[in-house]
């Protein structure tokens, strides 16, 4: 576990910057409030996709505040303080009272919320301040929390190949005959070097995306015996997320449409199925709850079923989902390898294409 702390106010961003840049971090540890560098930081972090524990050291007490607060802590507050403590994934507290102020804390020193900026504050006493603890409790504690929050945010801290290994595993799982069940050897050299700490976050982040059970299939098919995830301690996961299987008999996004033009189109049931499929993943797309589930069942429906791609090619041109479903199979290509002869049209790899990439990033999918 790297963990690199930022503290001090003196050095610049681009010292830390170049640090993190060298060093590659699991997690970064910001002891400042109330600086400009540190929101930088924590930008950086944000925008590299690693966790950050922040201690405001009691500088959010109402006493503290309350210095210079109209001059500029009501400013910096209003500009990135607030967000800053809202993005951590975990904040601080060295004593009870900093514990209690951190969950209901507002904008003015002595006001209170009814819903915390960040519900996520752990307290972890000053071994200085108190005769409960050794300084070697201390830094246990704080190991214990830096797991956690590592536990609790593993796609951000898996490596490309983890990435890569993730979705071998997943296409083994979901395969239903000897054909899709044949990876590269690249693929499998790939897995079969995974490091226990590399099967920790996958398995964790399958167990997240609602694909444990495939990526258990898949390390079985290959005779890997991967480790148990039972009792991990984790965070409770921020983003909404749908880990249900897609509906492939009610669509939710143009539901009478797809009625109509199925039966004016004479298409069978698998062709509605898979048009179905198709339209509830852009729904939870759309809806900002898709997971890693929802790209399985989509892969399947192409995969695994026998349809007409000329029905489907025209009920989605009528229903304007044409496109969009031709950059969804660009990015099923890419992720799980499917092949061009189970796609109904061609694949799309544009802007649009593009921003589904990163969309499926930010929300913690391939």
């Not at 500009?79 to 904008?107: I, N, R, S, W």
């Not at 997971?291 to 229903?319: P, W």
């Amino acid at each position: 576990m790297k963990v690199i702390h930022y503290s001090d106010t003196k050095k610049s961003f681009k010292d830390f910057k170049r640090k993190a840049l060298a060093e590659d971090p699991d997690l970064v540890h910001i002891h400042v409030c109330w600086s400009l560098t540190a929101w930088r930081v924590m930008l950086w972090c944000k925008r590299h996709m690693k966790p950050v524990v922040l201690s405001p050291c009691k500088k959010f007490m109402p006493w503290h505040v309350r210095r210079n607060y109209w001059i500029c802590k009501f400013l910096k507050l209003l500009l990135y303080q607030k967000q800053m403590v809202k993005d951590a994934h975990a904040v601080v507290a060295v004593t009870p009272q900093e514990q209690e102020h951190l969950l209901f804390m507002g904008l003015f020193p002595h006001s209170k919320n009814n819903v915390a900026w960040n519900d996520r504050v752990v307290l972890i006493p000053d071994f200085r301040f108190t005769n409960e603890f050794t300084e070697d409790d201390m830094n246990d504690m704080y190991l214990t929390l830096y797991q956690k929050v590592i536990d609790s945010h593993s796609f951000m801290v898996m490596t490309p190949e983890d990435r890569k290994a993730e979705s071998t595993l997943l296409k083994l799982g979901l395969s239903q005959d000897a054909e899709s069940q044949c990876i590269t050897q690249e693929d499998d050299q790939r897995v079969q070097k995974l490091s226990a700490d590399s099967w920790r976050k996958i398995l964790l982040h399958a167990d997240e995306e609602g694909i444990l059970q495939e990526i258990r299939k898949g390390a079985s098919l290959l005779k890997i015996a991967p480790q148990s995830i039972i009792g991990i301690a984790r965070f409770p996961m921020r983003c909404k997320k749908n880990t249900k299987p897609l509906s492939t008999e009610k669509a939710l996004m143009k539901p009478h449409g797809l009625k109509e033009y199925s039966q004016e189109k004479n298409a069978s049931p698998a062709d509605v199925q898979l048009c179905c499929v198709i339209l509830n993943f852009i729904h939870e797309m759309d809806d900002g709850t898709l997971s890693r589930r929802h790209v399985a069942d989509l892969y399947n429906a192409f995969r695994f079923n026998d349809f007409n791609e000329t029905k489907i090619t025209q009920i989605l041109q009528i229903l304007k989902e044409k496109e969009t479903t031709q950059r969804l199979l660009c990015i099923l290509h890419e992720s799980l390898g499917l092949e061009e002869g189970f796609m109904p049209m061609e694949m799309c790899n544009d802007w649009g294409t593009k921003k589904i990439r990163k969309l499926l990033y930010r929300a913690n999918i391939q």
